[in-house]
């Protein structure tokens, strides 16, 4: 098998790019200038400033208490539709765009969600990035969760909420909610703002399929979820996080996930975690989870999924692998099955001669692998798709993963 799978050794970085927990959005090639003016939204360069100027004078004491330096790097004339955040030292990196802050869904709300999203990467807790080098940060869900139950709610503790809230046109279940869950009127407001500026952040890159409140994302993960969740289930964390009733002073936890938080290990009903990207500890949503580590390598995902339906053949599936907790690891081979045939050998060691379609093999132990049917699978059909670790000489150095199940067709 060894021969099999240095033979199929393929080193490339086009279809295996590495997860980054420092990005607010995935990465995309829109790019608006400094000189592109949106009709209906977007803010300008004052505003970009009074946002961070804010953001700077709330959060340089706090960051300073966990031995660091809050830097942000204004870049209004880069047009990157995008936010990110990276460590240097004792410096704690955000970089805002000006791109982000043109685009026409940005509120000047949605601007500061982003922004405390990128201070959640260094200060929002646990669960935090598994790959090598990313440690340091919070996965894209926790820093969601950080900006809505912590962050926002200072920025936005001293001004006039009442007035803002008027001219947002709040929907009515969520007013209702928030009156549910605050007595105070202040806090109330401040759930609303909240509310809206996490549906214009989630309405980025939506794809003409525009999140809702009233419809919250009903999937389940098999393991936390590290990168960029689906728009709905982003915007019903940023709406969990505004109706937690744990107070924004409450540091949120570094090391125990269930400090600072609404959680259901304290059985809380509202302003949880949403089930579409955390896996609490002692979960067990699926009911064959696979986590990392042992002999089994975790299975693949898809946002967060281990099942999938596409219509699309000409549509890249983003399938997300994390293979580091496996002794020896290097790399790793993903094989793919016939259509409409289950693995003949599940969880071993060996390629399924009988059943199996293809089988390529990479470095690296975490990222995504991106699979394009139309070059990649023969036709309609239900495949499954699973993983392996390998060592740096192509051994394998775990067992086959459950698989992954995509459902290509009408």
Not at 331 to 342: C, D, L, R, T, Y
Not at 347 to 359: M, S
Not at 382 to 391: G, K, P, S
Request: one cysteine or more.
């Amino acid at each position: 098998m060894m021969k099999l799978f240095v033979a199929l050794m393929v080193y490339t970085s086009a279809s295996f790019a590495c997860i980054s927990g420092k990005g607010f959005l995935p990465e995309n090639d829109m790019y608006l200038d400094v000189d592109y003016k949106s009709i209906n939204g977007g803010i300008d360069e004052q505003e970009f400033n009074r946002v961070l100027d804010k953001l700077q004078q709330v959060y340089d004491p706090i960051i300073n208490q966990y031995g660091g330096n809050l830097k942000i790097n204004r870049l209004w004339s880069d047009g990157t539709v995008n936010a990110s955040a990276n460590r240097q030292g004792s410096d704690y990196i955000i970089n805002m765009y000006g791109g982000l802050a043109r685009h026409q869904v940005v509120t000047s709300d949605a601007f500061a969600l982003v922004a405390c999203h990128e201070v959640g990467h260094h200060i929002g807790g646990v669960p935090r990035y598994t790959q090598r080098g990313g440690e340091w940060a919070s996965v894209e869900g926790q820093s969601d969760y950080f900006a809505t139950t912590k962050c926002l709610r200072k920025l936005f503790m001293n001004d006039d909420n009442s007035t803002i809230v008027r001219e947002l046109q709040v929907p009515s279940e969520v007013v209702s909610k928030c009156e549910n869950q605050f007595s105070a009127q202040n806090d109330q407001d401040i759930c609303q703002r909240i509310a809206m500026a996490g549906l214009s952040a989630a309405s980025l890159f939506a794809n003409g399929n525009p999140p809702r409140f009233n419809t919250p994302d009903t999937n389940r993960v098999s393991q936390t979820f590290e990168s960029h969740p689906q728009p709905q289930c982003r915007l019903d964390t940023y709406y969990n996080g505004g109706v937690c009733g744990v107070e924004e002073d409450v540091e949120i936890g570094q090391q125990n996930p269930n400090i600072g938080t609404c959680n259901r290990a304290n059985n809380d009903s509202e302003g949880l975690r949403p089930l579409c990207w955390f896996k609490p500890a002692g979960s067990n949503p699926n009911p064959n989870p696979n986590p990392p580590g042992g002999d089994t390598a975790a299975t693949p995902t898809v946002n967060g999924q281990t099942s999938i339906q596409t219509q699309n053949p000409n549509q890249l599936i983003p399938i997300a692998l994390n293979l580091s907790g496996h002794q020896g690891a290097q790399g790793f081979a993903i094989e793919v099955s016939k259509p409409n045939q289950g693995f003949s050998n599940p969880n071993g060691r060996e390629p399924d001669r009988r059943n199996g379609l293809w089988l390529q093999s990479f470095r690296g132990t975490s990222g995504t692998y991106r699979l394009l049917p139309s070059r990649q699978l023969p036709g309609w059909g239900v495949y499954q798709v699973r993983i392996i670790a390998l060592d740096g000489q192509a051994r394998p150095v775990s067992n086959f993963s459950n698989p992954l199940i995509i459902r290509l067709g009408r």
